[in-house]
């Protein structure tokens, strides 16, 4: 069964810092791998979806990676501003699997 | 405009008092989910439907009721409410149950059983 780590569990930056967000996930057979954005109370927003035969995907500031071999993925968030604040959480199926392991998330504070 | 819509967002109710929540999606998406998010433990999947007419169940499906009449909704039953289902539930639908494509969310629904 997929099991997905999200390390750290919260992160303060100060505004206009670069970071990184940390996923590791144990079953290495995944289809793909989803970044999402949850603000307080809200739903969740998708942000980036890495397929199994891609390393990176990019979307604005985002650049998301992935090593299936190490079985982890980075969020890399630059220039950090303070609407980036939210809960970022990752979620991967495991082999066969048609369901999503999410990991707790990480949650986000940037100070201005 | 492509969206997971559910109803209600907010609801209280009390121990044993049928409810249900309804989820529909415009995008003609084949797999829809259900998933209660409760602090300290995440998101975790209650059911899942793979087309019309086809449903099984998740990690934590105890309590809980689904069907698949029409591909655009799925609706979540509870049928006698108790106050440990008090949590904030999601509807995700993605394009295929192959797995190789995107999850899309409603914006959650908080139940409240006193």
């Known amino acids: 069964k997929q099991e997905v780590t999200q390390i750290p569990a919260a992160l303060s930056v100060p505004e206009g810092e670069n970071l990184v967000l940390n996923c590791s996930f144990t079953d290495s057979a995944i289809y793909n791998l989803q970044w999402f954005r949850q603000d307080p109370g809200k739903g969740l927003t998708s942000l980036l979806l890495?397929?199994?035969?891609?390393r990176e995907q990019t979307s604005g500031r985002l650049n998301a990676s992935l090593d299936k071999s190490s079985g982890r993925s980075t969020l890399y968030i630059a220039a950090s501003q303070p609407g980036d604040s939210a809960t970022y959480l990752c979620?991967?199926?495991?082999?066969?699997?048609?369901?999503?392991?999410f990991g707790k998330g990480t949650k986000l504070s940037v100070i201005p | 405009e492509a969206q997971v819509t559910q109803n209600p967002r907010y609801l209280i109710t009390v121990t044993g008092k049928k409810l249900t929540v309804t989820c529909s999606q415009n995008m003609n998406h084949e797999y829809m989910s259900w998933y209660r998010q409760d602090p300290g433990l995440g998101l975790r999947q209650i059911y899942y439907?793979?087309?019309?007419?086809?449903?099984d169940k998740g990690d934590v499906p105890e309590g809980y009721k689904v069907s698949r009449k029409e591909k655009r909704n799925f609706p979540l039953i509870l049928e006698s409410p108790s106050p440990n289902q008090t949590s904030l539930y999601f509807c995700a639908s993605s394009l295929s149950w192959r797995g190789h494509t995107e999850a899309f969310f409603g914006q959650g629904t908080r139940l409240t059983v006193v």
């Open positions: 439907s793979m087309n019309v007419e086809v449903t």
């Open positions: 979620a991967a199926p495991g082999a066969g699997s048609y369901q999503l392991t």
């Open positions: 890495i397929q199994s035969s891609q």
